[in-house]
């Protein structure tokens, strides 16, 4: 396998058998950018393969990492938190009854997952901004002894959930950086 993906790009310099294996087995490893001169190269060698280009690229653009069940995102997250590699990810998700050109788009999928989720957390963090300021402007302003003190409770409710929230959306927002980070420096490591 690692000889067929290491010339990945040199598709003219291997045998019909190869391309063909690396079709069956191998496609969801590949970059995309180098799907379309993969396919280029079987086109124009008039090879038959069980799978398209479009029916290939539709179902990775079709594939939602959200509707995994949830052990099987925790395991990916988990495993990524202790920098786990990606061909101890990829037997995790065999194990565990994923098929093999699913584990492979799932592991393609995974650095836009992460994407994903920092910047939702971004927009968590961004949320209880608004929360801890309305908070502090309802302490600040003058309240009379005839109000009630249910006005000051709510202002500091609103106040540390707002910083709850911003604490939280900031620790999961680095988590899932980091976790991008060691997904895009393993991806490097494998295409060198």
Known sequence: MNELLSN???YTEHTDAQLIKLANQYLNMLPESEIEAFYNEVATRQLELSESISEHQQKIEQFNFNLLPKHIIQFITDSKSNQKRNDFILNGL???GIEENMAYVILGKMNNYFEEMSKKNEDLI???????V????IN???ISKNQHLAI????YCLMVIG?????????NKRRYERMGKSQRENENESES
């Open 8 to 10: 990945y790009g040199y």
């Open 94 to 96: 065999l194990e565990r």
């Open 126 to 132: 961004f949320s209880g901004l608004p929360m801890l």
């Open 134 to 137: 309305a908070g502090i402007a």
């Open 140 to 142: 600040v302003l003058p």
């Open 152 to 155: 000051i409770v709510i202002a």
């Open 163 to 171: 910083v709850v929230r911003m604490l939280h959306g900031y620790s």
